[in-house]
């Protein structure tokens, strides 16, 4: 059973540079949420805060009544234990091949016998669809692969929650779809919580339960899926929609004369919302809702075409 993760009021800076202030979101046990933001808006440093390796200068992290941001070394050392982290380059040490990487944390935190590890080992092998690899070096392998036998290597110690970083970067479109349908089957299978930061806005429409958006060092907006997909919010609805009209420039925010020349033009209808990518294992997700439920539940006319089945999203 996944775990919630309440985040409440969390800021943090480097120097005199703040990243985020403010931010406030719980993410829901068992499902899967999206975090995007234009680089440079301190996706990754959240997640390094969510599991301790950074510290907020304010705020909370509390997962199973502990909270990360304040909590004794040796209770964040125990809490570290629910989480899986798929870093964004796989983070394989290049001279262990990838036996030898997937058994790493089993030799590390637990007292497993050869064969036991031998067990998980082979058992998240073959999650990731990587049997037959086991010898292979990370330098031998795909950047597909790498990434896999690193989502193989997140999950030996059964995480009660998944940290993904752009786990789709650098994959072509079809490994993206591929890696999209695994991470969609294992949050059926594991029920673990997975957060996914990702740039990727056709995984960001298909995949998740929830998205948030952080832009400007704030949480611009956290919710269902439906609720931003259906947004008028000018941030959100240009980021998730790829365009180029609206309050973000090159160097994150447009400048006055810019926004100014944009005055007057008329932005294209919202793109119809895509049905879900659904679990191709058969097993119900958690986090799974009825297509369109949120939109009838809160009253809001989803754009035109929502939901059709010829409108699952390209990656489907
Ligand atoms: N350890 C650190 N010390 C000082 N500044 C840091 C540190 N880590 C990150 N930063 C700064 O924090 C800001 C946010 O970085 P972060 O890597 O979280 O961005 P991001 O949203 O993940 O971007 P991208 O989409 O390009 O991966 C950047 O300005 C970065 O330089
Ligand atoms: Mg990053």
């Not at 925010?253 to 033009?265: P, V």
């Amino acid at each position: 059973m996944g775990v919630e993760i309440q985040i409440d009021q969390l800021t943090k800076s480097f120097g005199k540079q703040l990243i985020w202030g403010d931010v406030t979101l719980t993410v829901p046990a068992g499902e899967i949420c999206v975090m995007l933001g234009p680089s440079g808006t301190g996706k990754s440093v959240l997640l390094k805060t969510l599991i301790g390796l950074l510290k907020p200068d304010k705020g909370s992290v509390v997962i199973e009544g502990t909270d990360i941001a304040s909590c004794p070394e040796k209770d964040l050392y125990e809490i570290r234990k629910l989480f899986g982290v798929l870093f964004q380059d796989g983070a394989m040490f290049g001279s262990m091949n990838l036996y030898d990487n997937v058994a790493f944390p089993l030799r590390e935190h637990t007292r497993k016998t050869e064969s036991e590890v031998r067990d998980v080992v082979m058992e998240k092998m073959d999650l990731v669809g990587l049997i037959g690899a086991e010898d292979k070096l990370p330098g031998e392998i795909s950047g597909g692969m790498r990434k896999r036998a690193g989502l193989a290597r997140a999950l030996v110690l059964d995480p009660q929650i998944v940290l993904f970083d752009e786990p789709d970067s650098g994959l072509d479109p079809v490994r993206t779809s591929f890696l999209n349908q695994l991470i969609i089957d294992l949050n059926a299978q594991t029920d673990a919580t997975f957060l996914i930061v990702t740039h990727d806005i056709n995984t960001a429409r298909t995949v998740p339960d929830n998205i948030g958006l952080l832009y400007h060092k704030h949480l611009a907006m956290f919710g269902p899926r439906e609720m931003l997909l259906s947004s008028e919010e000018p941030v959100v609805r240009q980021f998730l929609n790829a365009q180029r009209v609206g309050p973000i420039g090159m160097s994150e925010e447009k400048d006055a004369d810019e926004l100014a020349a944009e005055q007057g033009q008329d932005l294209p209808p919202l793109p119809p919302i895509p049905l879900q990518q659904e679990p191709s294992n058969g097993i119900p997700r958690r986090g799974q809702r009825p297509p369109g439920e949120w939109c009838r539940e809160n009253g809001v006319t989803p754009p035109d075409g929502s939901f059709e089945s010829t409108n699952a999203g390209i990656a489907v």
